[in-house]
C-alpha cells in the first residue's frame, strides 16, 4: 500500500509541497471551499496523476478535468510519476464555481517538487540490493522470506582486536564483512529549503550496529554506539550514497536479532522538524551455527604436549588418511593444555555475499585461552567469547554437540539441534552449565538446543557417553551412545564361550583385570546399573527430541566405575563413544579389551555396528596421555568443518 500524506491547502493561494515518488498526497476539497461553492474542476500538468475519492475512500474519478459536484469529505488524490528537474514544476490546480457560469470564484494550487528517495538493502537475500523492495522494511523467515542480513564483523582484517571492536575500517576488504546499504535521491539538485534527510537508529540497536559511508577514499562512521543519528545531503539531482552497516553481536537473551534503520525526510515548521516521508530497512543478525559430525571436515587440531609423541604419530597417520589438513598446537601455545575440544568450538556464520568461520571461546581459562584469539582470528576468521565460570566443567565444550539436520513430528531443523548437558531438570541440585552459554545458544535460534542430563559424571559431558556417524540410510546419521548393559552381555558371552581368565590392558600400566573379575564385581555392577539407568533418560530425550527410533541408534560397550574423589562416573577402560569422524574415516580410543585369538571384541564389536555403514575404523592407543586423565580423542582433538549447505534464513520459525 502506497503511503499516505495529507496536504492542507488554502484557496487564493500557491501551496509548495515536496513529494516523494511512490507516495500518495491527500488534500480536503470540501473544507477549504469557498461559500456559495457548487462544483469544482481540477487539472494538473504531465506527470501529476489525480482522482477524487468519497468519505469512505472509494475512486469516483480518475484523471478528472470535468466539473464535479461538491460534496462533504471528498479527497484529491494525487499521486507523481515523473521526477522534476526543477523546483515546483508540477502544478495541480482546483477551481471552484458557485454555478453553471463559465468563471471559477476561486482556486486553490498546489505546486510540487517530485523527488525519488529510497534507502535500499538486500532485501530478496540474493546478494543484489534492489530498487525499493517493497518488502525491506520487514523480516520473514523461509525460502520466501525477505528481509536483509547482518553478519556480525568479529573476524580480523588488521592486526589489533576483532573489527567490529573499533570505530573505524582499516582497510577496505574489511567492507565485504559488512552488509551493503544504498540511499538513492533523484530529482532537482538540492531540496527546497527547510527540508533535509535524515538516517537514524533507534535506541535498542546502538549496540548492535554501525553504520559507515563510503566516500570515495574514506570511510566515516556515521551511526552506532553513540551516534544515533545523521544528516544526509540531497544534491546532485541523481545520486547513490553507499551505507556499510557493521554488525557488532551475536543475539543474545538481551539483544534481539533485528535491526532497523530508519530513514527520515524533515521539513522545518516553527522551529521544529516535522517528518513528512518516513521508511525503514529492517536487518537480522546473522546466528554462530555450529557444525556436527556429518559434515566435510576441512581442518583438525590437536595439541602437542609432553609424553604424547606416540600418539601424535598414530593420530597423524590416521587424518593423512583422511586426507585432511592438520594442525598441531604446539606447547608454547597451549602451556601443556592438552583439551582443545573443551576450549573452544568451531561454528561459523554467514550472510548471502559473505561466510565467515568463527571459533566460539569458552570460559575456561587454562593454558588454552589465548590460543582461539591469538592463533586462529584471521581475515574470515571470527572469535566470540561466551562467559561463565571457569570453575565448573559443564561449560567446557565437550559438553557441547550438535545433531544432523532431523525432522520432528513436521518440525524440520535442517541444521541440527545444539545439545548439552547438565543436571537433572527442576532440580536445584548438581552442576549445570552457566546460563549465559545457554540463553547464548538459544537465542542463534537456528539449532534449538537441547538439554540431556550429564552431571553423573565426574567431568559431565555430553561427548562421554554421545556421538553421531554418518550413514546412508536413514535419517543419513547415527546415534552412538554408550552402553554398559551392551558390555556386560558381550563379556557374559566371552565367558559362556570360555574366555572369563581372558584379561583387559595388556601392557598398560594399570593393573590388568581378568572378565570374570569384571562380571563378580558387584559395586562396579551397581555402578553401570545407575549409568544405565542415565543414559536410558537421555536417550528417550534425544529420540523424542531427534524423532530417532532404535534404529537410529546404535550400543557401543562401554563400562564406567565410580570415581575415588567423587561419587560420580569416569569410564572404566578407553570411551570408545568419544571419537574424532574425519569423513568416512572415524579415530577410536583403543579400549584394550581381552585378546581373544588375537582380537579384541570389544574392538570387533564396533568394527561389526559402523564398517556396514562405510565407515573406516581406526583405533588409536590414547590411554596413557589421555584415558588416564579423564579424557579420550575427542576431548583431544577439534575438527573445524565446511558449513552447511543450507541458508540459515531459509528456515521455517
Same mark, same amino acid.
Given at each position: ?13 500557491? +501551496?509548495?509541497?515536496?513529494y516523494?515518488?511512490?507516495t ?17 474542476? &481540477?487539472?494538473?500538468?504531465p506527470g ?15 484523471q478528472s478535468a ?29 477551481m ?17 517538487? %517530485? ?7 538486500? %532485501? ?5 540490493? =534492489? ?19 547482518l ?24 567492507l ?16 527546497? %529549503? ?6 537514524s ?9 554501525q ?8 570511510? +566515516?562512521r556515521?551511526?552506532?554506539?553513540? =551516534?544515533?543519528?545523521?544528516d544526509?545531503?540531497?544534491?546532485k539531482?541523481?545520486?547513490e550514497?553507499?551505507f556499510?552497516?557493521?554488525g557488532?553481536?551475536f ?6 536479532k ?5 530513514l527520515?525526510?524533515l ?10 516521508f ?7 543478525l546473522?546466528p ?10 576441512? #581442518? &583438525? ?14 593420530f597423524?597417520?590416521f ?9 598441531i598446537?604446539p606447547?608454547?601455545k ?25 571459533? !566460539? ?26 562467559a ?11 559438553? !557441547? ?25 527442576n532440580?536445584? #541440585? ?5 546460563k549465559?552459554i545457554?540463553?547464548f ?6 539449532q534449538s ?12 559431558h ?33 565367558k ?5 581368565e581372558?584379561?583387559?590392558? #595388556? ?18 555392577? =551397581? ?7 542415565c ?43 568419544n ?25 570387533? %564389536? &564396533? ?18 596421555i ?18 552447511f ?9
Open positions: 500500500m502506497s503511503k499516505q500524506r495529507t496536504v492542507y491547502v488554502e484557496c487564493g493561494k500557491s +501551496t509548495q509541497v515536496l516523494v515518488i511512490g500518495v498526497i491527500n488534500v480536503d476539497i470540501y473544507k477549504p471551499s469557498p461559500p456559495l461553492c457548487q462544483t469544482f474542476e &481540477v487539472t494538473s500538468s501529476a496523476i489525480c482522482s477524487i475519492s468519497d468519505q469512505k475512500n472509494s475512486n469516483i474519478a480518475a470535468n466539473r464535479w459536484t461538491l460534496s462533504k469529505e471528498m479527497l484529491l488524490q494525487i499521486r507523481v510519476d515523473q521526477v522534476s528537474h526543477t523546483p515546483n514544476d508540477k502544478k495541480v490546480t482546483v471552484f464555481y458557485k454555478d453553471d457560469l463559465a468563471k471559477p470564484i476561486d482556486q486553490m494550487i498546489l505546486e510540487l517538487t %517530485a523527488i525519488i528517495v529510497s534507502l535500499d538493502v538486500d %532485501a530478496d537475500r540474493d546478494g543484489i540490493i =534492489e530498487k525499493n523492495n517493497p518488502n525491506k522494511g520487514s523480516w520473514k523467515w523461509g525460502s520466501k522470506g525477505h528481509g536483509a542480513i553478519l556480525v564483523n568479529c573476524d580480523q582484517e588488521e592486526t589489533s582486536g576483532t573489527d567490529n571492536s573499533d570505530d573505524k575500517v582499516a582497510v577496505f576488504e574489511d565485504a564483512d559488512m552488509s551493503h546499504m544504498i540511499l538513492r535521491t533523484e530529482g532537482p539538485n538540492s531540496l527546497p %529549503a527547510g527540508y533535509k534527510l535524515k538516517l537508529i533507534s535506541p535498542p540497536d546502538e549496540e548492535k550496529v553504520i559507515f559511508r563510503h566516500d570515495m577514499t574514506k570511510m +566515516t556515521v551511526l552506532g554506539r553513540t =551516534e544515533m543519528s545523521t544526509v545531503e540531497f544534491t539531482g541523481n545520486n550514497i553507499h556499510f552497516a557493521e557488532l553481536v543475539p543474545n537473551v538481551k539483544i534481539t533485528l535491526v532497523t534503520i530508519h527520515d525526510l521539513q522545518k515548521v516553527h522551529y521544529q522538524d516535522i517528518p513528512i518516513t521508511e525503514q530497512v529492517v536487518f537480522c546473522a554462530w551455527i555450529m557444525t556436527p559430525n556429518t559434515l566435510c571436515p576441512a #581442518e &583438525v587440531f590437536v595439541c602437542s604436549v609432553k609424553h604424547n609423541e606416540k600418539f601424535l604419530e598414530d597423524r597417520g587424518v593423512e588418511k583422511a586426507q585432511c589438513k592438520l594442525t598446537c606447547e608454547s597451549n602451556l601443556s593444555d592438552l583439551w582443545i575440544q573443551d576450549e573452544i568450538e568451531f561454528g561459523y556464520s554467514e550472510a548471502p555475499s559473505k561466510y565467515l568461520d568463527v571459533v !566460539l571461546d569458552s570460559p575456561r581459562d587454562r593454558g588454552l585461552k589465548d590460543f582461539a584469539y591469538n592463533c586462529l582470528l584471521g581475515s574470515d576468521f571470527g572469535h566470540i567469547n561466551v561463565g565460570e571457569d570453575g565448573n566443567s559443564l561449560n567446557s565444550f565437550g559438553n !557441547l554437540e550438535v545433531s544432523p539436520p532431523v525432522t520432528v513430528n513436521e518440525k524440520e531443523y535442517p541444521l541440527g539441534r545444539i545439545i548439552i548437558g547438565s543436571n537433572l531438570p532440580s536445584s #541440585e548438581g552442576r549445570k552449565i552457566s549465559t545457554q540463553d545458544l538459544i537465542a542463534q535460534e537456528v538446543p537441547i538439554v540431556l542430563y550429564s552431571d553423573w559424571l565426574v567431568v559431565g555430553v561427548d562421554e557417553f554421545m556421538s553421531f556417524v554418518p550413514a546412508p540410510d536413514r535419517k543419513g546419521f547415527r546415534l552412538l551412545l554408550a552402553s554398559p548393559d551392551s558390555c556386560y552381555r558381550l563379556f557374559n558371552k566371552l559362556e564361550e570360555g574366555y572369563g581372558a584379561q583387559m590392558f #595388556e601392557n598398560q600400566s594399570v593393573k590388568q583385570v581378568k572378565i570374570n573379575e569384571i562380571l563378580n564385581d558387584q559395586m562396579l555392577h =551397581e555402578m553401570n546399573a545407575f549409568v544405565q539407568q543414559i536410558n533418560w537421555n536417550r528417550d530425550v534425544l529420540k523424542m527430541e531427534l524423532g530417532l527410533d532404535e534404529g537410529d541408534i546404535i550400543d557401543i560397550p562401554v563400562l564406567f566405575h565410580q570415581s575415588d574423589y567423587l561419587e560420580k562416573a569416569i569410564a572404566y577402560f578407553p570411551d570408545m563413544v571419537i574424532i569422524v574425519i569423513g568416512k574415516f572415524v579415530g577410536i580410543p583403543k579400549p584394550f579389551g581381552p585378546l581373544i585369538n588375537g582380537k579384541c571384541p570389544l574392538e570387533s %564389536a &564396533v568394527r561389526s555396528a559402523l564398517e556396514p555403514l562405510g565407515l573406516d575404523c581406526t583405533f588409536i592407543d590414547d590411554f596413557t589421555y584415558h588416564v586423565q579423564l579424557g579420550e580423542i575427542h576431548c583431544g582433538t577439534n575438527v573445524r568443518r565446511k558449513p549447505t543450507f541458508k540459515w534464513w531459509n528456515m521455517e520459525i
